[in-house]
């Protein structure tokens, strides 16, 4: 028997839970990795996007290049009429200040519609032409003729299409295998101008890429009929 005057006391379990430190301490780790976390997504996206942007604009130049090389090296010169006035194929570059201009007989025309006047042969231009809807932007145009006709390039039925966005400068050379150098004009629809095409044309692209800087590509084309052919359109009914 225990006295009277004894009181039992009863063993209370310690508390369960947290403190209110604790659990701020345990949101701002939380809150701290979720952040690095986030940070590191939104990074990782960015440069997946940055990458991607670069990787469609290297397409794009390389495929306006190898275009333009294509088409430079069919290009070529009849010997139909002597008179310089009634040719209807010709070869002129010129030099300008931002994108040099190119215009050229080749056999590189796609027939697109079916029993329309069109041939194998046209007059393809390369020329530098301002964005419409942002003054600030300078593209790299592409106009194919329909056919070989005995007028202006420009008035002649055909299409204009955008060949490669936003550029900053195109430079064309053109190497005289006669006179062993390179030449930044080349006309043969003058009398004083060359009787042949150039053997090599050398093309530099320069291009804003996707961090706004510039990027220059080149390319080499090579002509391997240079003196003047036999050639006569059908002509069409």
């Known amino acids: 028997m225990m006295p009277a005057s004894m009181t039992i006391r009863a063993r209370r379990p310690a508390d369960a ?33 940055a990458i991607e942007a670069a990787q469609d604009r290297t397409h794009t130049v390389r495929v306006a290049m ?5 088409e430079i090296e069919m290009s070529f010169l009849d010997d139909e009429a002597p008179s310089v ?3 209807r194929t010709q070869f002129v570059g010129s030099a300008h200040g931002d994108v040099d201009e190119l215009t050229f007989s080749a056999f590189a025309h796609q027939r ?20 419409p809807d942002d003054r600030r932007v ?14 202006d390039p420009k008035v ?35 009398a004083s101008g060359y009787q042949y095409l150039p053997s090599h044309v050398r093309i ?26 036999g050639y006569r359109p059908a002509s069409i009914q």
């Open 156 to 190: 002649i039925p055909g299409e204009s299409y955008v060949l490669c966005p936003d550029v900053s400068k195109l430079k064309i050379t053109y190497y005289d295998y006669k006179k062993k150098e390179w030449e930044t004009e080349w006309s043969t629809t003058t």
């Open 112 to 131: 697109l519609r079916a029993g329309s006047n069109e041939g194998d042969t046209s007059i393809i231009t390369y020329f530098g032409e301002r964005d």
């Open 66 to 70: 190898l275009r333009m090389a294509r």
């Open 17 to 49: 839970g947290f403190t209110m430190i604790e659990v701020m301490a345990a949101f701002g780790i939380l809150a701290f990795i979720t952040t690095i976390m986030w940070g590191s997504f939104t990074q990782t996206a960015t440069n997946k996007r």
């Open 204 to 229: 530099a692209l320069t291009v804003i890429d996707e961090r706004g800087q510039e990027v220059t590509y080149t390319t080499d084309a090579r002509i391997h009929v240079t003196d003047r052919v």
């Open 138 to 151: 300078l593209n790299l145009m592409r106009r194919d003729t329909r056919r070989l006709q005995l007028e």
């Open 85 to 87: 006035a009634e040719r």
